[in-house]
Nanobody, 121 residues
C-alpha cells in the first residue's frame, strides 16, 4: 500500500522560511508526478508547484518566484522550499502524486494528509 508522508510544517514569522518534505512509502510502484497543493482557510485547494519524473517543474502563477520544488535522490521524494513567507501563505499544504502500482495499467492519484503552515508574528 502506498502512502505519502509529509513533514516540515509549523509556525513561522513573516519573512521566514520553511522546507516541506514528502516521501512516498511502500513498495512496487513508480511515481510519475509529485507536487504540492495548499488550502487556505475558507478557500479551495490550489496547486503550488509540481515536479515530473523527468524533473520538469510547473508553478502556479500565484506562487512563482518564492517557492522552489525539488526532488530527492530517488524518484519518490519531493521538497518545497518556501522563502519570504507571508501571512497569505498560511494554509494546509498537501503532497500529491500520480503513482503507477506494479501490475496496474493506469495511474492513481494519491494525497497526503496535509501539513499546516502558519505564518504569523
Amino acid at each position: 500500500q502506498v502512502q505519502l508522508v509529509e513533514s516540515g510544517g509549523g509556525l513561522v514569522q513573516p519573512g521566514g522560511s520553511l522546507r516541506l518534505s514528502c516521501a512516498a512509502s511502500g513498495s512496487g510502484f513508480t511515481v510519475y508526478f509529485m507536487g504540492w497543493y495548499r488550502q487556505a482557510p475558507g478557500k479551495g485547494r490550489e496547486l503550488v508547484a509540481r515536479l515530473t519524473r523527468g524533473r520538469d517543474t510547473n508553478y502556479a502563477d500565484s506562487a512563482k518566484g518564492r517557492p522552489t520544488i525539488a526532488g530527492g535522490d530517488g524518484k519518490d521524494t519531493v521538497y518545497l522550499q518556501m522563502n519570504n513567507l507571508k501571512a497569505e501563505d498560511t494554509a494546509v499544504y498537501y503532497c500529491n502524486a500520480y503513482i503507477r502500482i506494479l501490475g496496474e495499467v493506469s495511474d492513481t492519484n494519491y494525497w497526503g494528509g496535509g501539513t499546516l503552515v502558519t505564518v504569523s508574528s
